[in-house]
């Protein structure tokens, strides 16, 4: 993918426009709309990779629609003119075809598509646990999934910064290197069981961010959003 840099001052599309500049990307086909790519991996995949494939991404209300390749890639053309876009994933049957122990996805997940993120360059990952790892995850961090609140993970491109919500939530935990552990900064960090109140809240990073805002929140579902650090 082409990365073009425009010095401007302002623009309605403009990604890092606090640094008085808009990185843009190369559309390739799709058009007026936007590229959107990304990746959608297993949760432990910071110890060892693992993709999700053969899941299906859809944009909420659009019919534009992707499957994962085998190490989670996605590919797809998504409304440009708004801010924000939801898209719905489909687990793929079966069991995992690389997490230990072999279990399948069931969780909901969907992906929080932000326009100014993706137009700076910000890499989009999103992540789910198999079954069997859900049990385990919340064994360990001394909490209970709970099916009638939401979960939120984040990934954050650049040098982390302490990420919050405004809604309660369980104890975050965060990744800094390659394990879970307690916290609300690194490289990805999770938020168990997210009041749901409105069904939205806001993201927030220390020292600002671009992707933060108002982000969607669905009853036992993962909210998957990335953000970029300025």
């Known amino acids: 993918m082409t990365i073009a840099i425009l010095l401007a001052a302002c623009g309605d599309d403009a990604g890092n426009t606090d640094a008085g500049y808009v990185i ?65 994933v489909t687990q793929p049957s079966g069991n995992s075809m690389c997490a230990s122990p072999a279990s399948g996805y069931s969780v909901k997940v969907i992906l929080h598509a932000n326009r100014d993120t993706i137009l700076a360059g910000g890499f989009f990952s999103a992540r789910a646990f198999t079954t069997a790892r859900q049990d385990s995850f919340f064994q360990s961090i001394g909490q209970q999934f709970d099916s009638n609140k939401a979960q939120v993970f984040v990934h954050v491109s650049g040098t982390p910064h302490a990420v919050s919500l405004a809604a309660a939530h369980g104890a975050p935990q965060a990744i800094a290197t390659t394990m879970w552990a307690p916290g609300d900064t690194g490289k990805n960090v999770f938020f168990p069981n997210v009041d749901i109140g409105s069904g939205t809240t806001a993201l927030t990073v220390a020292g600002g961010a671009i992707g933060t805002g108002d982000i969607p929140l669905v009853a036992g579902t993962i909210t998957n959003v990335s953000v970029l650090v300025h």
């Open 24 to 88: 843009d990307i190369d559309n390739a086909s799709c058009g007026d709309q936007l590229h959107f790519t990304g990746e959608y991996v297993d949760w432990d995949t910071d110890v060892a990779f693992c993709g999700i494939g053969d899941a299906t991404v859809d944009v909420e209300g659009d019919g534009a629609t992707d499957t994962t390749a085998p190490n989670g890639r996605f590919d797809l053309c998504i409304p440009r003119t708004m801010r924000t876009v939801k898209l719905i």
